[in-house]
């Protein structure tokens, strides 16, 4: 069973950092694109960034610059690094597989 537990959301202020992580079980990695996702209240889920298994990176415009994807694949896990953090980036972040399965999602708060 494919499982993506991710973590490492929280509240924060504006300006500050948070780091997430997505572990994957149950399945390939290395082999397979990973890729960050977001939810915000009332909007529909967007693209966030992606990494191909060659190491190819893809970011959203409203991302570039203050969001770094990356991924260990012996540790099976993507990290997507945020800094620079601003309000508008509250929404909940979700992990999700090349094969499609996705995490259950991790909530970050921006505010003061």
């Known amino acids: 069973q494919v499982q993506l537990v991710e973590s490492g959301g929280g509240l924060v202020q504006p300006g500050g950092s948070l780091r997430l992580s997505c572990v994957v079980s149950g399945s390939l990695f290395s082999s397979y694109a990973m890729a960050w996702h977001r939810q915000a209240p009332g909007k529909q889920r967007e693209l966030v960034a992606h990494?191909?298994?060659?190491?190819?990176?893809y970011y959203a415009e409203s991302v570039k610059g203050r969001f770094t994807i990356s991924r260990d694949d012996p540790k099976k896990t993507v990290y997507l690094q945020m800094n620079n953090l601003r309000p508008e980036d509250t929404a909940i972040y979700y992990c999700?597989?090349?094969?499609?399965?996705w995490g259950q999602g991790t909530q970050v708060t921006v505010s003061s």
């Open positions: 990494i191909l298994a060659g190491g190819s990176i």
């Open positions: 999700r597989h090349g094969n499609g399965i």
